[in-house]
């Protein structure tokens, strides 16, 4: 992988990582405001609700540094094509 193709995608990577930090300090709490408003009828699904939310959030960030990381790797040339000899996988 060369290095602007790195340095691009670790770019994407940062907005997205921005992106979703974003979604869990501002968008969560407007969210759960939003769920408690008058009427009252979703009232009951609001912590259900963003306790999903949050944790596709979370989700979705273990999956943006787990790529940093594979990215990382793939740099180094870390990366083997086989499996190392003694595993389940030879």
Known sequence: ???LAVHA?????????AG?????????PLLALDLEGPG?????LRT??????VLGVVAAQVVLVC?????TMVR???VSPTPPSGTCMS
């Not at 259900?48 to 939310?53: A, C, D, G, H, S």
């Open 20 to 28: 979703s930090v974003f979604v869990q300090a501002v968008m969560v």
């Open 40 to 44: 009252g009828e979703l009232s009951h």
């Open 48 to 53: 259900p609700f963003l306790v999903i939310t």
């Open 9 to 17: 995608l670790r770019a994407v990577l940062v907005v997205l990582f």
């Open 76 to 78: 180094r040339g870390t």
């Open 1 to 3: 992988m060369g290095k």
């Open 67 to 71: 790529v940093w990381r594979l990215v």
